[in-house]
């Protein structure tokens, strides 16, 4: 073969050639194809590790309550807080509240919480009359305040809570914050969730929660929501509670799709949870005037674990039915559409009854400081 290369490189290969076998030749080996010990030798490779640190799934690092598109929190010239479906699951809330009051700037108000009025919360000292919805503002236009429903925590994926003024989110001007709350949707992985909760006060909760694929699992998805509550409140009364969801998603392409929502609820408050924004009634004697404590012996007709001046059969009812569209898709590579409608219906049904007679204030008509209240009996007032 030697002789039809030129003559160098028929040298050059020939040298290499001796070369190679008298390196065999110092090692007492033979240029031969037959196995040797050293082929069965195992081969032992240099261990390593890999270490890593895990997601802390309280911790959310994305936001798109600021501007209505997403965007990274760090870079959000604004406070956000964002309630993790990892909290929501492990807190499970009775009300939205419940969850948003483990964060700094949050604070109960009038009609906050169990019994109050459409997710009421203090944002920054300042108190929001209204909540956000999938982007849907619950504000009543031209009206001043939102209607007296509370959103079920069950149909909640997360929440984000915007500190400080944002016209685009809360376009009412609600100057301490506002709160988006953002719905669950369906999903092509199935999973159930079954949830339970017992206890005394606002509690005795039950919840299942299903989704999936449909048919070949590549374009339909479903999942259906149920929740029922039927528990006693701190203030003397009841919380009866009946939810459920209905939600369907059809998927074009991998980056198109259009889903359909509907939720609907039914919440019923009874006796003293009924009015929310009272808290009963306020009892004074003439001792509790200028720093002075309460009298040991409350006013006839009152007790301190008593209806404090409300009627037990005090009740509010109000049902609520929101249907939603979304259609998305992405346009480009950086231009994603987003298109959706929402129909909100909500009726409210309450029977009161409570003292109809204020307490008469005396006065110090020099100083103009108030010096005593009146003493009443509220066995003897009207109610309406």
């Known amino acids: 073969m030697n002789s039809l290369l030129p003559p160098r490189l028929a040298r050059f290969s020939a040298l290499l050639a001796l070369a190679a076998a008298s390196a065999l030749a110092g090692r007492g080996q033979t240029a031969?194809?037959?196995?040797?010990?050293?082929?069965?030798?195992?081969?032992?490779?240099?261990?390593?590790?890999?270490?890593?640190?895990?997601?802390?799934?309280y911790q959310a690092q994305e936001e798109m309550s600021a501007s209505r598109t997403a965007a990274k929190i760090i870079d959000t010239p604004m406070t956000v807080d964002v309630i993790?479906?990892?909290?929501?699951?492990?807190?499970?809330?009775?009300?939205?509240?419940?969850?948003?009051?483990?964060?700094?700037?949050?604070?109960?108000?009038?009609?906050?919480?169990s019994g109050g009025i459409n997710d009421r919360m203090t944002f920054?000292?300042?108190?929001?009359?209204?909540?956000?919805?999938?982007?849907?503002?619950?504000?009543?236009?031209?009206?001043?305040?939102?209607?007296?429903?509370?959103?079920?925590?069950a149909f909640v994926e997360h929440a984000e809570l915007l500190m400080g003024p944002d016209s685009i989110l809360a376009p009412t001007g609600a100057p301490g914050g506002s709160?988006?709350?953002?719905?669950?949707?369906?999903?092509?992985?199935?999973d159930t969730w079954v949830s339970a909760e017992f206890g005394e006060y606002d509690a005795n909760k039950y919840v299942?929660?299903?989704?999936?694929?449909?048919?070949?699992?590549?374009?339909?998805?479903?999942?259906?929501?149920?929740?029922?509550q039927?528990?006693?409140?701190?203030?003397?009364?009841?919380?009866?509670?009946?939810?459920?969801?209905?939600?369907?998603t059809y998927k074009f392409t991998d980056t198109s799709k259009i889903t359909f929502k509907y939720f609907g609820s039914q919440e019923t408050y009874k006796g003293t949870a009924t009015l929310s924004n009272l808290?009963?009634?306020?009892?004074?004697?003439?001792?509790?005037?200028?720093?002075?404590?309460?009298?040991?012996?409350?006013?006839?007709?009152?007790?301190?674990?008593?209806?404090?001046?409300?009627?037990s059969w005090s009740y509010r009812t109000m049902r609520d039915n929101t249907a939603e569209v979304?259609?998305?898709?992405?346009?480009?590579?950086?231009?994603?559409?987003?298109?959706?409608?929402?129909?909100?219906?909500?009726?409210?049904?309450?029977?009161?009854?409570?003292?109809?007679?204020?307490?008469?204030?005396t006065w110090n008509q020099q100083t103009g400081v108030e010096t005593g209240v009146t003493a009443i009996n509220p066995a003897s007032l009207a109610t309406v």
């Open 124 to 153: 920054r000292g300042f108190e929001s009359f209204s909540r956000t919805v999938d982007n849907f503002s619950g504000f009543l236009f031209p009206g001043t305040s939102a209607d007296d429903g509370q959103f079920d925590p």
């Open 279 to 311: 808290d009963g009634e306020y009892v004074y004697t003439p001792n509790t005037v200028g720093g002075a404590t309460i009298s040991d012996t409350p006013q006839p007709g009152f007790t301190y674990d008593g209806w404090n001046g409300d009627a």
């Open 230 to 248: 039927d528990s006693m409140t701190y203030l003397p009364g009841a919380n009866l509670w009946f939810s459920g969801a209905a939600e369907f």
């Open 208 to 228: 299942v929660d299903s989704t999936g694929p449909i048919g070949d699992g590549k374009h339909m998805a479903y999942r259906v929501i149920a929740d029922y």
């Open 326 to 361: 979304e259609l998305t898709s992405a346009l480009t590579d950086h231009i994603n559409m987003r298109l959706a409608g929402q129909i909100y219906l909500n009726s409210t049904d309450n029977v009161m009854g409570f003292p109809s007679a204020s307490v008469a204030e």
């Open 32 to 57: 031969s194809n037959s196995p040797t010990a050293a082929d069965d030798e195992t081969v032992q490779l240099p261990a390593f590790s890999v270490t890593g640190t895990s997601a802390d799934p």
């Open 84 to 113: 993790t479906p990892a909290l929501m699951a492990d807190l499970g809330p009775d009300t939205i509240y419940s969850a948003a009051q483990y964060f700094a700037g949050v604070s109960p108000g009038r009609g906050t919480g």
């Open 179 to 190: 709160i988006n709350v953002i719905t669950k949707s369906p999903q092509f992985t199935p």
